[in-house]
């Protein structure tokens, strides 16, 4: 049986390059349904000096954010202005949300202090029950013979 990520993880655009000044900005929430677990990717170009980048996953019981709270131990240690042009990751299993009381959604809170930068965060949710179809994605190529 043929594998290949598109087919296999359901790619979001959590939130898109952008050069954002200091402040805070919330992602869509993304429902967990179907899948077992989450990586939020956070692409980071240059951060000016004096800058920091703090990342962190919040549940919501839908996707509108209801009743948003943070998910203890899901978040990233500050990037300092020395930790510009790299990527950091955090790992996330869906059966760690508050299920017992309605929590299904994640989103990702990205927090610039000081000075602007550019980033971009993109969610990968895979181990899915059902399909993911590549939604999320504007185009896909799938070469898998010669």
Known sequence: MLH???QDVRIDQALPPASRAAGTVTSTYLSMDGHEMVTALLSVGAI??????DMKLVQATDTSGTGSKDIAGASLVQIADTGGAKMYAIDFRGDLLDHTNGFTCVAVVLTTAAAANVSSVTFLRYRGRRGSNASGLTQRVLKVTQ
Do not use: D, E, F
């Open 4 to 6: 290949n990520l598109t």
């Open 48 to 53: 000016t000096a004096s800058g920091t980048i």
